[in-house]
């Protein structure tokens, strides 16, 4: 009899069974994976200094990474080929725990976060005193930054020659924030003191001078110099990636310098005013006795950094600076 569709010959009918691999629950142990600094991040590629070599490694990451990011200064391991040689292909299979994050957020909304730089232990942050003016809201925050990744902030004051740095540095002054000042055709010896033996990330917005000062700190950088437009006061961003450059030895100490793009924004959604005032130990211990979720803002009822005002213990300079550096929080400052 001829078959029909109401047949049910598919009842007899048995699915040949797919041949799986047995799961393991071993993995690579990579024991011949080799250390190395990550110095630069292009779509999806990474350029690493591999440890005692001179070479940079063009690298991937590896699969089982997942989405797990890789930025500019972490410390990773290595398998494949790591010659360095052109056409090679490395992959990064481990990133080690990084020491410190530097981060920021879209703006102050936006619960994302995106990390800059990994393992720096100071920002440098440059301003120029003239052409374009410096802009304190972007220094406070750049600021509330640095101490929420718990690095050591340092401010470098360009364009001396065209202005007066005093009125700048009085703002800071009683925060504790070290400051170099530069002009034109100075040396930079202050500088690269400060830099000597410390892994240090450049911020500032276009047309400070922080490309020139990174040229002139690791000669051969090559970094592009961008112009301030007349009409605007602004500068052009010229640097389009972070990338991290080796210092050469001063006074026998190495050390690292990641230069930074333009960043639009930067926002400071993650940053928790509980975890700012940390940064200030001696303003930490007046609040002691402030009421649950006093975020130790100007205006907040029976906040502690007021009562030690009152009292003569707190220096008032000193706690209105931290108010304004903790009112940055607020309010995302564009670098343009």
């Not at 690095?151 to 470098?156: F, I, N, Y």
């Not at 990641?258 to 200030?280: K, N, W």
């Not at 707190?314 to 706690?319: E, H, L, S």
Request: aromatic share 4%; with cysteine.
């Amino acid at each position: 009899m001829a078959r029909g569709y109401g047949t049910h010959d598919h009842e007899h009918y048995e699915r040949p069974r797919r041949r799986t691999r047995p799961r393991t629950k071993d993995r690579p142990t990579y024991d011949d994976a080799e250390d190395g600094r990550v110095v630069r991040v292009d779509r999806g590629r990474y350029t690493v200094l591999v440890d005692g070599q001179d070479e940079l490694v063009t690298a991937m990451k590896a699969r089982p990474l997942g989405r797990k990011g890789v930025v500019v200064g972490d410390r990773v391991r290595l398998v494949g080929d790591t010659t360095g040689d052109d056409g090679s292909l490395a992959r990064i299979v481990e990133v080690r725990e990084r020491a410190t994050v530097l981060r920021r957020t879209a703006d102050d909304d936006d619960p994302v976060e995106r990390v800059i730089v990994a393992n720096a232990d100071q920002l440098v942050i440059v301003t120029a005193l003239a052409n374009p003016e410096p802009r304190p809201g972007l220094l406070d925050r750049a600021l509330v930054a640095a101490y929420d990744a718990g690095m050591a902030p340092l401010l470098v004051l360009t364009k001396a020659d065209l202005a007066d740095p005093e009125a700048l540095l009085a703002t800071y002054r009683s925060l504790g924030v070290p400051w170099v000042v530069t002009r034109k055709g100075a040396d930079i010896d202050e500088i690269r003191d400060r830099l000597a033996g410390r892994t240090s990330v450049l911020i500032g917005h276009s047309g400070v001078g922080k490309s020139t000062l990174v040229n002139r700190l690791v000669p051969g950088a090559d970094r592009e110099v961008g112009r301030v437009n007349d009409v605007t006061g602004r500068g052009r961003h010229t640097s389009t990636s972070a990338i991290m450059l080796a210092l050469p030895e001063h006074d026998g100490r190495p050390g690292w310098i990641v230069d930074t793009p333009g960043i639009r924004s930067f926002g400071l959604a993650h940053v928790r005013p509980e975890h700012l005032i940390e940064a200030f130990p001696d303003l930490d211990e007046m609040t002691e006795d402030c009421p649950r979720g006093c975020t130790h803002g100007a205006g907040e009822p029976e906040c502690g950094l007021d009562a030690a005002i009152a009292s003569g213990e707190a220096d008032a300079d000193r706690v209105t600076s931290f108010r304004r550096v903790l009112a940055a929080r607020e309010g995302a400052e564009v670098w343009d």
